[in-house]
């Protein structure tokens, strides 16, 4: 994975079940000839552990560096003063969009999640008594995660907007910026409040294509597709912004089961083919996505899908069916 070596991806494993997903993902890669040098940064949990800190400047700088980054999860240390090193990196980096597609044999969705702002802007305090956090929602950061949204559902159904604007006055700016946008790109949308929308996900997912969302509203509720898709081990996301993008599994660290070699490394999988295809490698992208689907057909499962297979069951799966394709291809 070095040859041409034009490219060069950070690689974040973390904690938890992160290496482990994180080394099917780059056998997936691996198998399919994707080509690029790999740069490993300790961020996390086990670096906090070991250095009192869970990311310093000089890796926020290498991440900055490299076209891209594939990430597994970390674990939040048990610091009450700690602040999220995932939400600095999506902020430094301004990896506004958060696009995770979710698809089964009978579904297909996109939530679109705005990354930067709403509940996780970071502005907050708390004492004893009173504790308080600020919902940051701009016009600009609503247009542009807005336009993204359209950019996907350009080549799909349909846009639904979701937001509490009945009670949020930063809602209200949302769901007026997002219906402007997409009335301006020509993109059939419609609205729907969050709490109607968590409802709908359980009892008629079908009914969606493209969501757009902010920031806390699209964590809960991606979470939740995943669910119903039938496991978090199985969900994908890319996290974009102008310059710089981030590729991981929605699922964090799991420590009730890392180290026991049944973490699903699907997720990870699939967020490798979305890196690939941000690489402008959509031909990998699409290998990776199809022998994903046919190791699972082939019953190749982890026990969160009722399987019985273990980490590196699936992944060698997966992994045989590249290598089997890349001779009948040459
Ligand atoms: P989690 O997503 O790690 O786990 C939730 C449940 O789903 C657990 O029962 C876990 O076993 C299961 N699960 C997750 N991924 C799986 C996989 N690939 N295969 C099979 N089962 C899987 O969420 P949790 O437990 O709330 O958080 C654990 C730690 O991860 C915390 O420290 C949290 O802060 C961190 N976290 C990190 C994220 C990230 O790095 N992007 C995202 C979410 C949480
Ligand atoms: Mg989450």
């Known amino acids: 994975m070095s040859g041409r070596g034009s490219k060069k991806v950070a690689i ?19 198998a399919v000839g994707a080509d690029f040098e790999r740069v490993p940064v300790e961020i996390g949990l086990v670096r906090w552990k070991r ?26 240390p048990p610091d009450p003063n700690y602040k999220s090193v995932l939400l600095r990196i999506r902020k430094e980096l301004d990896l506004y969009a958060n696009i995770r597609p979710f698809q089964s044999q009978n579904l297909d969705f996109i939530i679109v999640r705005e990354n930067t702002e709403g509940l996780y802007s970071g502005i907050e305090e708390m004492d004893a008594e009173r504790a308080q956090t600020m919902r940051i929602i701009t016009r600009r950061g609503s247009e542009r995660i807005a336009e993204k949204a359209c950019d996907l559902a350009a080549s799909r159904q349909k846009l639904t907007i979701i937001h509490k604007s009945n009670v949020l006055k930063s809602d209200r700016l949302f769901l007026r910026t ?20 968590a409802y709908n996900m359980v009892t008629n997912p079908r009914r969606f294509d493209v969501l757009v969302t902010t920031n806390l509203f699209g964590d809960i509720l991606s979470d939740e597709a995943a669910g119903v898709i039938g496991s978090l081990g199985l969900c994908a996301s890319a996290n974009i912004g102008t310059d710089h993008a981030l590729f991981e ?38 290998r990776i996505e199809a022998a994903v689907q046919e190791g699972l057909a082939s019953g190749a499962r982890t026990p969160d899908l009722g399987g019985n297979s ?5 992944t060698r799966a997966v992994v045989g069916l590249l290598r089997g394709r890349d001779t009948n291809w040459s």
């Open 51 to 76: 250095t009192g800190l869970a990311m310093s400047e000089e890796d926020l700088a290498a991440l900055k560096e490299c076209d891209c980054i594939l990430f597994g999860a970390i674990s939040t």
């Open 178 to 197: 997002c219906q402007a946008t997409a009335k301006r790109r020509g993109v059939p949308y419609e609205d729907m409040l969050v709490d109607a929308a």
């Open 249 to 286: 599994p929605i699922h964090g660290s799991a420590p009730d089961i890392a180290g026991k070699s049944i973490a699903n490394p699907i997720g990870a999988m699939r967020s490798a083919a979305m890196m690939m295809r941000w690489l402008d490698e959509p031909e990998m992208a699409s």
């Open 310 to 314: 273990r980490t590196v069951d699936v």
């Open 12 to 30: 974040v494993a973390g904690d938890g079940i992160g290496p482990e997903v994180v080394e099917s993902a780059l056998a997936v890669l691996e």
